[in-house]
């Protein structure tokens, strides 16, 4: 369905790395910190690190209003299915669960992705996307084998997971289909900044931190945040969501849960079983299957 360019790839090889590894450090940071404004914090952060990416780059800053002000209003709609809902609910949710279990709920976006795109867009999907669907689904039913007991004791964390990843599926559809005709990291730029106001709102309401001790391993995670998840990640996401194919860019992402489980293991003494290792081969065989070039692409 698609063969990535080699910027592609490394891209996404990065990508992996750096939101895979995300799920332990984020667990570590809201351990004994407020998790909202753990997330406002980073976003803040994040925030300048991504401009002076723009400033580098020489990429504008400006936004077209539109007329009647349309554009900002379709920056608003991306920014909440792509952001809001994604960075408050799964903060909040993975303080309930464990760093992987959490990661792989998150990750059950590309499911719903592709059942969005083909319900609600039109998209095509051909056998070798169904099949990439398939295994990630069982991949993530492997991974949550031995979550059930411990799942059942927090639906909320669990809908808050689920939510976050069926409202960012969303927004991965509406990013291909916007009509905004702006750098991606100026997209990037401005919906992180509204993200930021909204996270601290809810923050400010919801908690009651103490900005003036902050633990020292929440202050690393929030830096890693800063640099690179908001000042990269994201960036180089949205990139990847307008450039691929819905379901390749979706399903391309697959690796970043896996990635989560096994770090968490390392670092945070998750316990693996057999099935974590078979939903790594299954997650192979996803990406795989929208990723590998076809006969006939081969020819050409």
């Excluded at 509406?174 to 730029?189: A, D, E, G, I, M």
């Excluded at 896996?258 to 390392?266: D, E, I, P």
């Excluded at 099935?275 to 081969?298: G, N, T």
Aim: some cysteine.
């Amino acid at each position: 369905m698609a063969r990535l360019s080699s910027r592609q790839l490394i891209l996404l090889v990065l990508l992996t790395v750096c939101w895979g590894l995300n799920w332990p450090v984020m667990k570590s940071g809201i351990a004994d910190f407020p998790p909202l404004t753990f997330r406002a914090l980073s976003l803040w952060l994040g925030l300048p690190v991504l401009g002076l990416g723009l400033v580098w780059l020489k990429v504008p800053f400006s936004l077209p209003r539109g007329p009647g002000g349309a554009h900002w209003r379709e920056l608003a709609k991306l920014a909440t299915t792509n952001m809001f809902v994604w960075h408050a609910c799964m903060i909040i949710a993975l303080g309930m669960l464990s760093s992987g279990r959490a990661a792989i709920l998150g990750y059950t976006m590309p499911i719903f992705s592709a059942l969005i795109g083909a319900w609600l867009f039109g998209n095509v999907v051909n056998r070798r996307g169904w099949l990439g669907v398939g295994a990630a689904a069982l991949g993530v039913l492997l991974l949550l084998w031995h979550e059930v007991t411990t799942l059942s004791g927090n639906p909320l964390g669990v809908g808050l997971a689920l939510f976050a990843a069926a409202t960012w599926a969303l927004g991965t559809q509406q990013l291909r289909q916007t009509t905004l005709q702006v750098n991606t990291l100026t997209l990037s730029f401005w919906m992180t900044a509204l993200t930021a106001v909204v996270v601290s709102v809810l923050a400010w309401g919801l908690e009651d931190a103490d900005l003036r001790h902050i633990p020292t391993a929440t202050a690393w995670a929030v830096v890693y945040n800063a640099v690179l998840i908001f000042g990269f990640a994201h960036a180089t996401w949205f990139y990847l969501a307008r450039s691929l194919p819905p379901v390749a860019s979706t399903l391309s992402v697959m690796l970043i849960p896996v990635l989560g489980v096994f770090s968490g293991a390392w670092w945070l003494n998750e316990v693996l079983h057999w099935q974590d290792w078979a939903a790594v081969a299954l997650m192979v065989v996803s990406i795989a299957s929208v990723l590998w070039p076809s006969r006939a692409a081969e020819r050409q």
